[in-house]
């Protein structure tokens, strides 16, 4: 199954169009590589019919390009990555945030681009080190991603004990049950951190429909996939749910442009502030 330079142009629009990222023509053989396997799937034998499924109107076509983004994004997560995001989310951030939890404010948290569930789960899982009954108060974490697979997952929350490594000891044994017969042994987690996250279907690249504030938002490795301009307009409306004081991190690779966007002012590795 051959892949044509056109029928790849017309995928990379599709893509772009619907998820802001961008494919360069270096990328042909490997979105021929993903996608066969796809086409296979489908019962397909060229990328031409692909490409008609893709540009359609309907349902088909929708949840087509949601395999697709699937298909060529990568998934890749794990519990406390980029550990000293949690590290000042511990000692600076949540202190004064479950205060304001504790005399009855609101707190929010978001993980934009939560892929199979370890970042919203982490993060609460500091926030119960802290505050072990913050299910009685007004704290939550918006978990979301574009791809509804990996929110699936996310959401059942089971995990092979190996996933587990970086949990510290305590946290595990108190907010992780195993699961029998799951084949090698697996872990669900609680029913309390478990209780404080919402899971919603989210493409970042659209106007976001909630209209709350964010005190956290965690994006991280997620915007390098987008192209200058999805990017932007991605800090941006995030900006707009940020009150001042509140907290962006972005991955290990990304960095938010302050000259461009003077809201955000850099404070640690690889997190923001609102101004
Ligand atoms: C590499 S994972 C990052 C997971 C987690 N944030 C972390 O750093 O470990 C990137 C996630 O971004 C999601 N994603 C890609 N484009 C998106 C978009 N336009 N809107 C929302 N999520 C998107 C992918 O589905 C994937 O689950």
């Known amino acids: 199954m051959r892949l044509e330079p056109q029928e790849f142009h017309r995928i990379a629009k599709a893509v772009r169009e619907y998820a802001g990222i961008t494919l360069l023509d270096s990328k042909m053989a490997l979105v021929q590589a993903r996608l066969a396997k796809r086409l296979r799937a ?3 034998s060229e990328f031409g019919s692909y490409c008609q499924l893709i540009e359609g109107r309907g349902e088909d076509a929708l949840h087509e390009r949601q395999e697709l983004i699937t298909a060529i994004t990568t998934n890749v997560t794990r519990f406390y990555r980029e550990p000293h995001h949690f590290d000042l989310l511990r000692s600076r951030i949540l ?4 205060e304001h939890a504790r005399k009855g404010g609101r707190v929010r948290l978001w993980s934009a681009g939560c892929s199979t569930g370890e970042e919203p789960y982490t993060i609460a899982l500091t926030l119960l080190e802290l505050l072990p009954e913050a299910g009685r108060y007004d704290v939550k974490i918006l978990a979301s991603d574009l791809d509804r697979a990996v929110l699936a997952t996310a959401s ?3 995990y092979p004990e190996r996933a587990l490594e970086a949990v510290p000891g305590p946290l595990r044994r108190t907010h992780f049950d195993p699961v029998p017969g799951e084949g090698e042994p697996c872990f669900a987690i609680g029913s309390t951190p478990r209780a ?3 899971f919603r279907q989210l493409n970042l690249t659209l106007p976001l429909p909630m209209k709350g504030m964010f005190d ?3 994006c ?3 915007v390098i996939y ?3 301009e999805t990017e ?3 800090w941006k409306a995030f900006s707009e749910r940020m009150s001042p004081g509140s907290w962006l991190f972005v991955g290990h690779s990304e960095r938010v442009n302050t000259l461009a966007l003077p809201m955000f002012q850099s404070d640690g590795v690889t997190s923001y502030r609102r101004v």
Do not use: C, E, K, W
């Open 226 to 228: 987008f192209d200058a």
């Open 216 to 218: 956290v938002i965690f």
């Open 156 to 158: 059942r929350g089971i």
């Open 232 to 234: 932007l307009s991605v």
């Open 196 to 198: 404080l996250i919402s």
């Open 42 to 44: 489908l019962g397909m």
């Open 220 to 222: 991280r490795n997620v």
């Open 95 to 98: 202190p004064p945030l479950l």
